[in-house]
């Protein structure tokens, strides 16, 4: 039985109040010298995984921090699956290391040492994980609050974000000596309006000249703060709405990934800022919320849209680096790409074969990988939460849209209409409540048989009043049809309402 979803892989629970899918935040950290450039990106959110082209699915959630070693192997942290992959500069990827909790920013030190912030599952009790050239593993820092960002400056010592939890409890900038030893670089600024913490965790990017940048909203708009070696603060920019990522070129040029708010709506640009502080639009991107230099120049640009990672050479030729694979099929032939333009990748050519028309979803492969099916959501007002499945087939060498079970219901819910003639006689759909309707897919137990989930809400509660599986069959043309109705009992209506 093929269980697992790609994806929105979780089973969605029902609310009073619209769910909101998480967006991604990518945070940029880098280390310059002279001769060297470290780069570290480290992503605040949740959503899925970086799996570069060629290489091996990282799992369900996005990475927060990629960074290059001085050999330019790529690392990329996996906050879910507690584990960082190591990408060669060719594609080739392995496991550098597991058993983390939730690893966030990376940053290699001068001497190829890679240092990790792993925030832990309390909120607090954060560490810093530092993995030496020979991959031994020893913790630098402990007694932190929720570590984001790492930077190093020329002289090795190492700068971190650290959250305090939410915005409103702001967050401070801890420096540590290469000896380990600990000191509150920055705790508080002070306005107009009385002192505060740091909101914002995109930063901190560290300057040839040791500057630190790093990004605020505590003002009320995002700007971009600059500190001084010994301290002293300034504001570097502002009015930049919500700066995503922060990143130096080797020219010493500073990168800012924001979003702004504009007449025809959000927007993202990639501004760059100059030495004399000159301001430019480099890319104006669907929503570039990772920024990326590698040793020799090129950026590399994460667009949560497409989820994909851009490469621009210093000549502005644009390639796909990777894509963000969510799975790949039983066979190995197909890959999937979540987020919200879901697609269908060739595994061998690593060419989009196909777009997914119902926007963002979850998938599930059949055994056979000639079929899938993708559950997918739509929200409407008053908490309003309408959930489907359509099913895909590959005929030949292409895929093609049998259809969503959706389709055939031209008003009111699913089982209502579409599933009304398999429920029981003494089952009438109509009390349940119509602020949710819901069908989601649960399982292919062969290549030509699906099973689906249909819970009924009461309607003056949050709880589920009854729930039915509905058995599909799909002939050789792909038709389907329900062959059975099975009515849970309430230990198991409970089990998969716990997502079990």
């Known amino acids: ?25 990518f945070t940029i950290n880098v280390n310059t010298e002279v001769k060297k450039l470290f780069v570290a990106v480290v992503i605040a959110g949740a959503s899925t995984v970086l799996a570069p082209v060629g290489a091996v699915n990282l799992g369900y959630d996005t990475p927060r921090g990629m960074a290059f070693d001085p050999a330019g192997n790529l690392f990329v942290a996996n906050p879910e699956a507690g584990n960082i992959v190591k990408f060669t500069p060719d594609g080739h990827s392995s496991t550098f290391a597991s058993g983390l909790v939730h690893p966030f920013g990376l940053a290699f030190d001068g001497g190829g040492n890679l240092f990790v912030a792993d925030a832990q599952s309390d909120g607090k009790s954060g560490l810093i994980v530092k993995f030496s050239r020979d991959g031994s593993r020893s913790t630098f820092a402990s007694g932190l609050t929720h570590p984001l960002g790492l930077a190093f400056d020329s002289s090795g010592n190492l700068f971190v974000v650290d959250m305090h939890g939410s915005d409103d ?28 913490r740091l909101t914002g965790s995109a930063g901190p990017a560290i300057d040839k000249a040791g500057n630190l940048f790093v990004s605020d909203r505590s003002s009320g708009t995002g700007r971009i703060l600059k500190f001084t070696p010994d301290g002293t603060s300034s504001t570097f920019a502002a009015g930049l709405g919500i700066p995503q990522a922060l990143v130096f070129d080797r020219a010493g040029n500073l990168y800012v990934s924001s979003e702004e708010a504009e007449i025809t709506g959000l927007h993202t640009h990639i501004l760059k800022f100059a030495l004399d502080g000159s301001k430019s639009t480099v890319e104006t991107a669907p929503d570039p919320v990772g920024l990326a230099f590698d040793g020799t120049g090129n950026l590399f640009v994460f667009d949560a849209q497409s989820r994909s990672i851009l ?4 000549d502005g030729t644009k390639t796909t680096f ?23 990748l060739d595994a061998a050519a690593k060419k989009v074969v196909l777009e997914i028309s ?9 055994p056979d990988s000639k079929r899938f099916a993708f559950s997918y959501r739509d929200h409407g007002s008053h908490g309003y939460i309408s959930e489907s499945a359509a099913f895909y087939e590959l005929r030949g060498d292409k895929w093609e849209e049998l259809g969503s079970l959706a389709d055939d219901v031209s008003g009111g819910s699913q089982l209502a209409h579409l599933l009304k003639k398999h429920l029981p006689k003494k089952f009438n759909p109509r ?41 599909l069959k799909f002939d050789a043309a792909g038709k389907w049809k329900i062959v059975k109705t099975h009515q849970m009992s309430e230990k198991e209506v409970a089990k998969i309402e716990k997502g079990e």
Request: with cysteine; glycine share 10%; net charge positive.
């Open 1 to 25: 039985m093929q269980k697992k979803r790609s994806g929105c892989h979780r089973k969605p629970r029902r609310s009073a109040k619209p769910t909101t899918y998480i967006g991604i935040n």
């Open 169 to 196: 409890k702001g967050g401070s900038i801890l420096k540590f000596v290469p000896t380990g030893k600990k000191t509150a670089f920055f705790t508080t600024i002070t306005t107009k309006l009385g002192s505060s």
């Open 311 to 314: 490469k621009f050479t210093a």
């Open 322 to 344: 990777a894509w963000d694979v969510s799975s790949t099929s039983p066979d190995k032939k197909w890959e999937f790409v979540g987020g919200m333009e879901p697609k269908i």
């Open 358 to 366: 119902q926007g963002r979803g979850g998938m599930i492969w059949a």
């Open 431 to 471: 009390d349940c409540s119509s602020n949710s309707d819901v069908l989601d897919f649960r399982e292919w137990t062969d290549a030509s048989t699906a099973i689906l989930y249909a819970p009924c809400y009461r309607p003056d509660s949050e709880k589920v009043k009854a729930g039915f599986l509905f058995t």
